[in-house]
């Protein structure tokens, strides 16, 4: 958008760092120009886009062996969603896989809408014993000069297991060359579990699924996480991996740390039948995606779908809203997203009375509008 030539989205107010400003929002090029612009408009409330940082594939696409084309397919669904950035995750693969998966997402650095944020490694340092839906002939202990060379480039965050040998080293190794470690696949203990943290790790992944459970006298790596003011709670809100009663107290407990992820698979979107992650066959049917034994192998939610899940179990808007967006970003260094603010960078979802997206805007520049 020139300067001098403003858009407005037309909605009737805006969630803007957590409150809501009645009227209009008006964009200047890359940027929130005003908010609170009157005449408001009709209908429907501007909200930060949301940022997914746990995506491995949308709409048909698995993002560890898409191609450039793919990956403008999968961004443009994922805009439907109001999703304005997302870190592309890829499953434990061969170490030869990598190289080229990364290397095509460093390519389209500022080329797609949503924005990739670089890569998420989901392994290959992950615990046998919980694996989930990773492969296990594809795991291996950490090592700092092998973690540091898998996480050339874009790559922004890396999953591990803590408790395995070499991992404490890894993550000192992998903070110093900023990169953000989450703990999960995990089988790590309390005392491992903080001495991870204390070492650098910032996040948990996927909290009360594939890491050791909370038991009351052996509260693991959520437990931890849980208690810790410095750890971010990353938790898939679909009704499948966590109860909701599970979820919502999870969400009271962490509050300003609770941060939404999809861990949505090429299936999200699609309807049942057969899929991959990676190079593991997927069978969906009956709202889930399974691997032949049963394991979960990630999930079948969008972002917007999980904002309004936790809306529906008591968030406000407001907390809904941040978790899907600004504690996502603040995790990944990026806190100049997931906001909106006056001044501020123009990724925009406009969700209607119904909380359902009607229009999303990346840098200003519109991905999606229905209809």
């Given amino acids: 958008m020139p300067p001098g030539n403003p858009m407005r989205?037309?909605?009737?107010?805006?969630?803007?760092?957590?409150?809501?400003?009645?009227?209009?929002?008006?964009?200047?090029?890359?940027?929130i120009a005003r908010l609170g612009v009157r005449p408001p408009g009709p209908a429907g409330i501007a909200v930060p886009g949301f940022v997914d940082i746990h995506v491995n594939g949308f709409a048909g696409v698995d993002f560890v062996a898409a191609d450039p084309e793919a990956y403008r397919r999968a961004a443009k669904a994922l805009a439907a969603t109001g999703v304005t950035a997302f870190l592309p995750t890829f499953v434990s693969s061969p170490l030869d896989a990598y190289g080229e998966a990364i290397a095509t997402v460093a390519g389209l650095e500022g080329r797609l809408a949503p924005r990739a944020l670089g890569v998420h490694l989901e392994g290959p340092f992950l615990s046998p014993g919980w694996a989930?839906?990773?492969?296990?002939?594809?795991?291996?202990?950490?090592?700092?000069?092998?973690?540091?060379?898998?996480?050339?480039?874009?790559?922004?965050?890396?999953?591990?297991?803590?408790?395995l040998p070499g991992a404490l080293e890894a993550i000192e190794a992998l903070t110093g060359h900023g990169v953000v470690v989450s703990c999960g696949h995990s089988d790590a203990d309390a005392a491992a579990a903080h001495a991870a943290f204390d070492r650098g790790a910032a996040a948990?992944?996927?909290?009360?699924?594939?890491?050791?459970?909370?038991?009351?006298?052996?509260?693991?790596?959520?437990?931890?996480?849980?208690?810790?003011?410095?750890?971010?709670?990353?938790?898939?809100?679909d009704h499948v991996h966590l109860a909701p009663e599970t979820a919502y107290a999870t969400f009271l407990a962490a509050r300003g740390r609770f941060c939404l992820v999809t861990d949505a698979i090429?299936?999200?979107?699609?309807?049942?039948?057969?899929?991959?992650?990676?190079?593991?066959?997927?069978?969906?049917?009956?709202?889930?995606?399974?691997?032949?034994?049963?394991?979960?192998?990630?999930?079948?939610?969008?972002?917007?779908?999980?904002?309004?899940?936790?809306?529906?179990?008591?968030?406000?808007?407001?907390?809904?809203?941040?978790?899907?967006?600004?504690?996502?970003?603040?995790?990944?260094?990026?806190?100049?997203?997931?906001?909106?603010?006056?001044?501020?960078?123009?990724?925009?979802?406009?969700?209607?009375?119904?909380?359902?997206?009607?229009?999303?805007?990346?840098?200003g520049i519109e991905a999606f509008a229905r209809g």
């Fill in 9 to 31: 989205l037309g909605v009737r107010a805006a969630l803007a760092e957590g409150t809501v400003v009645e009227g209009d929002v008006e964009i200047e090029g890359e940027r």
């Fill in 132 to 163: 989930g839906a990773h492969d296990p002939a594809h795991l291996r202990d950490p090592e700092p000069r092998l973690a540091r060379r898998l996480c050339a480039g874009p790559v922004r965050m890396m999953t591990l297991a803590p408790e």
């Fill in 204 to 237: 948990v992944t996927h909290v009360h699924n594939a890491h050791r459970g909370w038991r009351p006298r052996d509260p693991g790596l959520g437990g931890v996480a849980l208690a810790r003011p410095d750890v971010t709670v990353q938790a898939i809100v």
């Fill in 266 to 363: 090429e299936a999200t979107g699609l309807g049942p039948g057969d899929y991959r992650l990676g190079e593991v066959a997927v069978r969906v049917a009956h709202g889930a995606a399974r691997l032949a034994d049963g394991t979960l192998a990630g999930s079948l939610v969008a972002m917007d779908q999980a904002v309004r899940n936790l809306l529906g179990m008591g968030a406000s808007l407001a907390d809904a809203v941040e978790a899907a967006a600004a504690v996502p970003a603040r995790l990944v260094g990026r806190p100049d997203l997931g906001v909106l603010r006056e001044g501020g960078t123009a990724d925009v979802a406009v969700l209607d009375d119904d909380l359902r997206v009607a229009r999303t805007v990346v840098d």
